[in-house]
């Protein structure tokens, strides 16, 4: 079964600050999604990466897949406290998401 | 408002209670899912339906029971829960369960078992 490590699991920083989280595999992704999980409500898709190398932009969020396929980041530019929340990985091989613990983000104003 | 409602948000229960979990959804999909969210523990998938027929039961105890009536009705009929079955339980749906398929998720019920 492939394990998603996240890392680091808790930030709170300060508005404006950038920030960058990952999400790490021993094993090749086949694609993997990122979601955010606001307190009271389920996840949310942010995006899916499927190259390897693949970098998408979602306004001041940035997503990158490894080269390798192997880990992924997301990047927050200039956070802000509508930021904060649960930012989830997951992986399908199978039809079957497997999720990372998730990185709690907390954006002070 | 992903098109996933779930009810009740809320609900505390004892060991000898029986209760159920309603999950509802209202965009055409043809597979729905239920997940546990524990705290410190990743989202774990529990039971897999595609039009209305069980294709995953993930090593679940018998004491949660799933049935899916219909492709947008889905239900986790709960007895004779621990305590440490107190978690988030979420449903999610999705347009099929081929791996590209986007999952939709409903808010959640946070069930306290006393």
């Known amino acids: 079964t492939q394990l998603l490590e996240q890392s680091p699991q808790f930030l709170s920083i300060q508005e404006g600050e950038n920030l960058t989280v990952y999400c790490n595999s021993s094993?090749?992704?086949?694609?993997l999604q990122w979601y955010r999980q606001e307190p009271g409500e389920g996840p949310v898709l942010l995006v899916t990466?499927?190259?390897?190398?693949e970098v998408k932009k979602l306004k001041r969020l940035t997503f990158q897949f490894g080269d390798a396929r192997k880990d992924s980041s997301l990047h927050i530019t200039a956070a802000q406290p509508g930021d904060t929340g649960l930012y989830l990985c997951?992986?399908?091989?199978?039809?079957?998401?497997?999720f990372g613990q998730g990185t709690t983000l907390q954006v002070k104003p | 408002e992903t098109g996933v409602t779930q009810t009740p948000r809320h609900l505390v229960m004892g060991m000898t209670n029986k209760k159920s979990l309603k999950c509802e959804q209202h965009?055409?999909?043809?597979?729905m899912y239920w997940y546990k969210q524990s705290a410190k523990k990743p989202l774990e998938l529990m039971f897999v339906?595609?039009?209305?027929?069980?294709?995953e039961n993930n090593s679940v105890p018998s004491r949660f029971s799933p049935e899916c009536p219909n492709s947008s009705h889905l239900f986790l009929h709960l007895h004779t829960l621990q305590p440490e079955d107190s978690a988030l339980y979420l449903c999610?749906?999705?347009?099929?369960?081929?791996?590209?398929?986007?999952?939709?998720f409903g808010p959640g019920t946070r069930l306290l078992v006393l």
């Open positions: 997951a992986s399908s091989n199978t039809g079957k998401l497997i």
């Open positions: 094993s090749v992704f086949s694609s």
């Open positions: 990466v499927v190259t390897g190398g």
């Open positions: 965009l055409g999909h043809n597979a």
């Open positions: 339906y595609s039009l209305e027929e069980r294709v």
């Open positions: 999610a749906s999705s347009q099929s369960t081929s791996s590209g398929a986007t999952q939709y």
